[in-house]
């Protein structure tokens, strides 16, 4: 992005970042490392941790503060090698980029891209759990010269990860600003830009749906609240609106903005052809190919600042005159995203079972950004420089109720280890024996999920003891294995009182 001041934008300027949520951890000299890496099927949050600043603390302290605060996932703006080698055999996952400014070399040439990925990617996959490649951000916005560029420059990039045998783990994709989109109310009535839609998102999508990948959009609510606060109200905005919105069309009711921009964009991409109707319950889209899905590559609400790039904010807010950038509408409105996706609410009116990938922008405050200390710009973080914060929030899901599952992706092998590891650690696996209430579905992928679980539960919800070098992830909406009811009875007494029900899978 670009960081001009008083440069004239509709989303935050440069540097935010993207999500995948998980620990390492070695459980025994007898269980393997991790060797490959792919995402949950669960939605994830993370921080999108920009460095526009003179004053942020070293890279060190960053992830001695991510680990401190539950944050396992976190979106870069460009692929620096420092980072990511910090990030190593932490367990947190994270997205790199590939600048605009590098754009043009990797659309032109493909072994320009292959130089890229290899320095960039592959020499630090698997240790640093690289699981996405941005390539670009906001280029509709930042560098339109280089539009049409886009979508052959992720085409090299995803070749070069196929030609290293990293497709299957690092997906590709861009991160486009909502002003993508020339239409967004009704939801129903969204549709991508005329000069963009056909000659680019339409490749793009069907690029997404080929590969296995997904559409990443920098949506905030915050912008379009304060250009029409006569219009959209500041609960609606913040997620929290009892009475709702209604789509005249569909007849669906909104009670967040978010997820009328992000059915906006799920309309926009149906209107290209990507997929058939996702209320239909078919994860399939045409060619029987997986439908494409839409991920909040940034989101996030300043929580200070009355001027943002050509205008002033002093108007927007409780229709009073209020601001809308303070600390309690951003401490109500990054709440809101974290708490959601770990609830497992991922949900929209239109697509009811997406899940919802999150990465809130900013990890920081970044004096840098903008037009001075006056600008929104430099108040999306929810840390202070000195790495206090901004207010209160809890990536760790607090009291939520929360569940260990297994990632199928890790293959049988590490599963099997794992599983095995599990149980002759304390797991209760007794019901997925031969006969026993659990031993159905006979999965190593469902066997292990029970024993997981039970050696989580047993551990105090740990979430170090959810990790099995990533074959495990922590889920916090319970999951469905069979009929099976786990098995962990010792943790399910302790906490009838607290959650009734949370038991079955």
């Not at 698997?126 to 906001?138: L, S």
């Not at 669906?252 to 052809?273: C, I, N, P």
């Not at 209430?437 to 006979?442: N, Q």
Request: glycine letters at 8%.
């Amino acid at each position: 992005m670009l960081n001009m001041c008083c440069s004239i934008r509709s989303s935050p300027l440069q540097g935010r970042m993207a999500p995948t949520r998980l620990f390492f951890v070695v459980l025994g000299t007898t269980f393997p490392l991790l060797f490959f890496f792919s995402r949950a099927d669960a939605g994830e949050v993370g921080v999108s941790y920009g460095r526009l600043g003179s004053n942020l603390p070293s890279t060190a302290s960053v992830l001695k503060l991510l680990k401190q605060s539950g944050i396992t996932t976190v979106r870069l703006y460009d692929a620096n090698s420092t980072v990511l080698e910090a990030l190593a055999n932490t367990g947190i996952t994270v997205m790199v980029m590939l600048p605009n400014d590098h754009l043009a070399a990797a659309a032109a040439d493909p072994s320009s891209a292959r130089r890229w990925v290899r320095r960039n990617v592959a020499a630090h996959y698997p240790a640093t759990r690289i699981h996405g490649v941005a390539v670009g951000n906001e280029v509709f916005e930042e560098a339109s010269n280089l539009t049409r560029q886009l979508v052959p420059a992720m085409a090299n990039v995803h070749a070069a990860l196929v030609r290293l045998g990293l497709d299957g783990a690092v997906k590709v994709s861009t991160p486009i600003a909502f002003t993508a989109l020339q239409a967004s109310w009704p939801p129903s009535a969204g549709r991508f830009r005329d000069d963009i839609a056909r000659p680019v998102m339409k490749p793009m999508i069907d690029f997404l749906e080929r590969t296995g990948s997904y559409l990443t959009i920098n949506a905030y609510p915050f912008f379009a609240y304060v250009e029409q606060p006569d219009r959209i109200s500041l609960d609606y905005a913040l997620g929290n609106s009892k009475a709702g919105v209604r789509d005249p069309v569909t007849g669906l009711v909104y009670h967040s903005l978010l997820d009328a921009q992000l059915d906006a964009t799920y309309f926009a991409m149906e209107k290209l052809g990507s997929s058939a109707s996702p209320r239909q319950g078919n994860s399939l889209g045409l060619g029987g190919r997986p439908r494409a899905r839409a991920y909040v590559s940034e989101s996030g609400w300043p929580s200070g600042g009355r001027r943002r790039p050509g205008r002033r904010l002093e108007e927007a807010g409780d229709g009073a005159g209020a601001p809308a950038a303070t600390i309690a509408n951003a401490k109500a409105y990054n709440n809101y995203l974290i708490n959601r996706v770990l609830s497992g609410d991922t949900g929209t009116p239109y697509r009811p079972d997406a899940d919802m990938d999150v990465y809130i922008f900013a990890l920081f405050n970044e004096n840098q950004k903008g037009c001075g200390a006056d600008d929104i710009e430099q108040h999306f973080g929810l840390f202070y420089p000195n790495q206090t914060k901004v207010y209160e929030f809890d990536f760790r899901g607090g009291a939520l109720p929360s569940w260990c599952v297994a990632n199928a992706s890790a293959g049988d092998a590490r599963l099997q280890a794992a599983l095995d590891y599990a149980c002759g650690h304390g797991a209760d696996c007794g019901d997925i024996q031969p006969g026993a209430p659990c031993f159905e579905p006979d999965t190593v992928a469902a066997h292990a999920s029970h024993a997981f679980n039970s050696y989580y539960q047993r551990s105090g919800r740990d979430r170090a003891a959810c990790d099995f070098a990533g074959a495990a992830s922590v889920v916090h909406h319970a999951p469905k294995i069979g009929n099976c009811v786990l098995p962990s009875k010792a943790w399910i007494q302790e906490a009838a009182a607290k959650s009734e029900g949370y038991a079955a899978i």
